[in-house]
Every structure is written in C-alpha cells, then in structure tokens.
C-alpha cells in the first residue's frame, strides 16, 4: 500500500478515529485485576497517541512528497546496481553519443494530471536503476510545434523528498503552465529524478566509487534517457537544473562541473558546504567534504565555467553563500544572489518559481 495513496490515507484515518471511539466505548467496562485494568487502559491512550501522529505523518507527507513508499521511509530500496569509478568526467570511458539509443515506456502519475509521466529508468553507465518523473509543456503536443525542440530543466528535490516533491509540493506544473502560455516562461520540458539513491542519506550529487554514481545518473544517464525519447538537445546551452535545499546545492554543483552539460542552475535555499546537510554522504570524509564544497569546486575548475548561477534565499538559508559564489566568479561565470523571505519550505519555493524561470528563459537557449 502506497505511503501516499488515498487507501492508506484513509485506513489511518479510520484507525484514528477508532482510537477516539473505543476509550469512550469501553473504559468504564474494562474488568479484571487493577493492574489489568490499568494497563489496558494505558494501551488505549497509547493507541490513541499512536493513530494521531500518525494522521498527521500521513496528511503531510501527502501534501509534501517526502516519502514516495515503505523503502523510502525505512531506507531499504536498492537503486543503485555497481558504482564503478568513472574517472574525473564520469563517463568511464564510454562515449555517450555511441551508446544505443534508451527507449522508455512511460505511465501517467496518479493525482498529477496527463502530462506528468514516469518511467524506471536502468542507468547503463552511472549504476543507478529508478523512477524519473517527465512534465511536457503545453505547446509539446501542438501540431505548430511538431518539428521544434524543447530546452530543458532538470528540478532535483531536497532530501527527503521524491521525484513527485516539485510536482506535488512545490506544483511547479501549475505555476508555470500558465506562464508558459502566455509567453513569460519558455515552454520547457521539465524532468524529476529520484534522488534518494542510498536509503535516506544525501548523495550530494556526488560519484562516489563503490557506494554511487549520482552525478553520472543525473547528468549523464537522465539527460541521455530525454534525449534519446523526446524532442530534445543534448546541447548545454539547452539545458538547465533547478533544486531546493539539499537539491539547490546539486544543482548548483552539477552546473558548475558540468558546463558542458548545463548553462544555468536555479539554487534555492542552498548552501556551498555539504556538510550543512546532516545526511551528507560527501560530509563524512573531512578531505571530501573539503573538496566538495561549491566554493573550492568552481576554485578548481582549469577556466571558469560559462554558466549562470540564481541563488536565492533568507540571509543564513541560500544568500550568503550566493554571495560567496558571486564573489569567487569570473567572467563567463555569473552569479546572481538573492534575498528573499518565507522560510525553508515548499510554498517559499513554489512562490519564487515565475521569477526563477523568467530568469531561465533569458539564459537557457532553445535548440
């Protein structure tokens, strides 16, 4: 039974609201010893304690996508297959343009309308096998735009959080549809993949010999997989990554490692350190943490990567470390910082989507 369907929803539901009834019903009626008495009446409190905490788990989970199932919660689900080393561009010597072409079978996503699909994806050169999340924007199917190709952004969640996070929670769909119509958002092709790869630690978008390859799943494999099954480029100048949280700093970090991958990253509510996430797979080496931090990776890199970077957020969640950025940056980096107010949530997120994508139309090419 799905963590976030409506059947378990309402067995929780049902269970709470026996909670409530069966104190009522029989706590005078108990019989027996005094100390059976009392701890039966006991168990119905705890019963009762259980059920509430429960429903509400539930119902926000429900709304905020942060557990898709029971592997997700309990941290058991085998996503990752081999993590080989791939060497410094994470392709392990293989050349994507020669791999065979990755055909997908999609399905519609419950509670998420036609134009959300998602498919399990078998990645062939990052190790990783799971589910991928696809938006197509309204003009896709128009008989206009039958021989155009989209740009493209890949929107990576915080964790916790499920491809479905930014659908769901954030419903970046029904905030830039409309935009997309009318012609103030570029009618990107959004794309949501599982970043939950190692039961419930952070990846940090990181290769990571003999645990996971989650930086090749995402810039190598994801973006094959579009490709190779929609009207796409594999282009850099087409593509874009957008994350919040602990996906702000992904995004960010695939951007500037990946200039040839990507030309623009949104970050919101990020941060440089990875060690700022206390999940962090990268945080637990001190050497790895070091050189892992966005600060030292765009020090690193032999010319300063040509891409944009938007980093938003309150003064200590996102706008200082944009600040660190922007001031590491040379020309063709930019980086633009952002204060902005509301919290560490979704509906700050969501609310920040038309400016952040308005931004992205001005920056990602189409093809």
């Not at 500037?256 to 990253?265: G, L």
């Amino acid at each position: 039974m799905s963590l976030t369907g409506t059947p378990f929803f309402a067995t929780v539901i049902a269970l709470t609201a026996l909670a409530v009834i069966l104190p009522l019903a029989v706590w005078s009626k108990v019989r027996g010893p005094a100390v059976v008495r009392v701890a039966l009446r006991f168990l119905m409190v705890v019963f009762a304690q259980v059920t509430a905490i429960a429903v509400v788990f539930v119902a926000v989970n429900r709304a905020e996508h942060f557990y898709n199932s029971w592997d997700d919660l309990l941290g058991t689900g085998t996503y990752v297959t081999a993590a080989p080393d791939l060497g410094p561009d994470g392709l392990g010597g293989k050349k994507v343009e020669e791999a065979p072409k990755v055909k997908q079978v999609f399905q519609p996503v419950e509670g998420l309308g036609g134009r959300v699909r998602k498919t399990e994806l078998d990645g062939k050169i990052s190790g990783v096998k799971g589910d991928v999340l696809v938006w197509l924007p309204p003009q896709y199917d128009d008989p206009a735009f039958k021989d155009r190709k989209f740009p493209v952004v890949e929107l990576i969640p915080g964790i916790p959080g499920t491809g479905k996070s930014w659908f769901q929670g954030l419903k970046a769909h029904e905030v830039l549809e409309p935009l997309m119509k009318s012609g103030k958002v570029q009618p990107f092709i959004l794309v949501s993949p599982r970043a939950m790869l190692l039961g419930n630690g952070d990846t940090g978008c990181a290769n990571l010999p003999g645990k996971v390859n989650a930086d090749s799943w995402f810039s190598v494999d994801v973006r094959k997989m579009v490709v190779d099954n929609f009207r796409a480029s594999d282009e850099a100048r087409t593509w874009g990554v957008a994350g919040y949280s602990a996906g702000a700093y992904c995004a960010a970090k695939l951007a500037i490692s990946h200039p040839d991958r990507y030309s623009a990253a949104v970050s919101l509510s990020g941060y440089n350190d990875p060690g700022q996430e206390p999940t962090s797979l990268v945080a637990q080496d001190p050497q790895t943490r070091t050189a892992h931090n966005l600060k030292n990776i765009l020090k690193a890199q032999p010319a300063p990567p040509a891409v944009s970077l938007w980093l938003s957020g309150a003064e200590h969640d996102g706008y200082l470390s944009g600040m660190d950025l922007k001031g590491l940056a040379q020309n063709p980096t930019v980086v633009h910082a952002e204060k902005v107010v509301g919290g560490h949530n979704l509906e700050s997120w969501s609310k920040q989507l038309p400016q952040t994508f308005g931004w992205l139309s001005g920056v990602v090419k189409a093809p």
